[in-house]
C-alpha cells in the first residue's frame, strides 16, 4: 500500500481536534476498520507522531492467528512531535514542497523536512524583523 500524504495530514487533524485524546473507533471521518486506516495509523505510531494518553506507543492494534484485525479502544493523542509536524505542514508552501518534492520519502524524512523548511521560512521572517 502507498502512503497518502494527505490522509495522513486528515488524520493528524482528526488528532488535534480532539479535547481529551481520541478514540479509534470515534475519530470522525474516518473507517477503523479499513486497511488504508489501519496502515496510516501504523505509520503515525511509527513516526512517534501518535502515542496512547499515557506516552505509551501502542496504538492497540492487534492481528490474530488467523489475520483478522482488532483494536484495543484506547485513547490516543498526537505527540509533541506529531503537533510541531501538523503546524509545520499547515503552510501551503511547505506541504506543496513535501508532497511534490518528497512523495516518496519516508515518514521520518517528510518530518524533517518539514521542520527544515519551517526553521528556513522563521528564519527569513526573523530576517526582515531584524534588518
Known sequence: MKRDLDYLKSLL???EE???GVKINK???FDF????FR????????AKLICREDGVFDIGLRKSGDGIYTWNIWSLRLTNDGHDFLDNIRSEE????????FKDA?????TQVAKELFNRAL???LGKIFD
Open 13 to 15: 487533524e482528526a488528532f
Open 18 to 20: 480532539s479535547e481529551d
Open 27 to 29: 475519530i470522525k471521518g
Open 33 to 36: 476498520e479499513s486497511a488504508l
Open 39 to 46: 496502515y496510516h495509523m501504523e505509520l503515525l505510531k511509527e
Open 94 to 101: 511547505i506541504w506543496s514542497t513535501l508532497k511534490t518534492g
Open 106 to 110: 519516508s515518514l521520518g524524512v517528510l
Open 123 to 125: 528564519n527569513k521572517q
